[in-house]
């Protein structure tokens, strides 16, 4: 049985078809090799099934993070990747999913655009190896994406990296390994940029982010509907239909975007005001947090319920 601390590695990853049968062999050999890291428990293998899924999975669980970051960041593991290089085509993807109990902040990323020299793209590749096991290390990682360039398409090679919180995304950003990798790499790029992605709606709770981070997403999400159905409920009622669309003979297309800018308007000041409210809900402290995020969910819930009962009952 898996343990409910227990961490899992998600790898998905694009195979040349010529290679599909290495692939495996290699895939097999691996699996070997995990199985004798400390901490670790199972490994399955999820083949290709086109069209719903074109590349293949591979699921290893670890009793815990520190196992599984140990794994990522190992020698053996290292010499693995490299060995299959020459059978894999685009992008890395490498993913480390938490026991979901665990998982009460909002992640936050980082893209990270790098436009090689001509001719360099090998000396880049075997460093962006070197720095996934040094960030597989870091504190917070939740994941990581690497995207090649595309010659006419996509010049730069770009790296998604996901983190739990952006203290911890910071202190890799800013760590001494780190700036010292990318010193290492500029003999052979040109440009470089970094650029920190939060969740969408961060802006509108001022709740701030600590080092347990801000907000978990389903939280604002919840928050923004609350008010977004009443205010497009009341707009279209009110203003949309016998104004827009019948006063103004407005294209339906036309009216409905109005609309839209309205609703987000009267939510850029509303739902920082309703998100101070319900603090104690969005950010709980304490060891009754769990408690706080059921009974502050079903609040969100039996408005939902009333909002529904009284616009039918009145309109």
Not at 5 to 31: H, L, M, N, Y
Not at 69 to 79: G, P
Not at 100 to 122: D, L
Not at 245 to 260: E, H, I, R, W
Request: glycine share 6%; net charge neutral; aromatic share 10%.
């Amino acid at each position: 049985m898996i343990d409910s601390g227990s961490v899992t590695i998600v790898t998905q990853t694009c195979v040349r078809p010529e290679r599909a049968d290495e692939f495996g062999r290699w895939q097999a050999e691996t699996s070997a090799v995990v199985s004798r890291f400390p901490g670790f428990i199972e490994q399955q293998l999820l083949l290709p099934n086109p069209p719903l899924q074109v590349d293949w999975v591979i699921l290893q669980t670890f009793a815990r993070i520190e196992d599984a970051q140990r794994w990522l960041a190992s020698t053996e593991r290292q010499k693995r990747i490299e060995e299959a290089a020459p059978m894999l085509v685009g992008r890395d993807d490498v993913h480390i999913v938490r026991d979901r109990e665990r998982r009460r902040t909002g992640s936050v990323s980082a893209v990270i655009s790098t436009r090689v020299k001509p001719g360099r793209e090998a000396e880049y590749r075997a460093w962006e190896r070197r720095i996934a096991a040094a960030q597989s290390k870091a504190r917070g990682l939740e994941g990581y994406r690497f995207e090649p360039a595309i010659p006419g398409v996509q010049d730069d090679c770009v790296a998604f990296l996901r983190f739990d919180s952006e203290a911890n995304l910071n202190a890799w950003l800013d760590s001494a390994e780190r700036k010292k990798l990318v010193e290492e790499a500029q003999p052979f790029t040109e440009e470089f940029h970094a650029r920190i992605v939060r969740t969408g709606f961060d802006h509108w709770f001022g709740t701030g982010r600590s080092a347990e981070g801000g907000p978990a997403p389903w939280k604002m999400n919840m928050i923004v509907l609350l008010l977004l159905y009443p205010i497009v409920f009341l707009f279209g009622f009110y203003v949309q239909t016998p104004y827009l669309s019948k006063a103004l003979n407005l294209p339906f297309p036309v009216a409905l975007f109005t609309g839209n800018v309205a609703s987000t308007i009267l939510l850029a000041f509303l739902v920082p005001v309703l998100a101070n409210r319900m603090g104690w809900w969005l950010t709980p402290q304490g060891p009754n947090a769990r408690h706080v995020d059921i009974l502050g969910a079903a609040l969100i819930v039996v408005l939902y319920a009333a909002l529904v009962t009284v616009f039918t009952t009145l309109f």
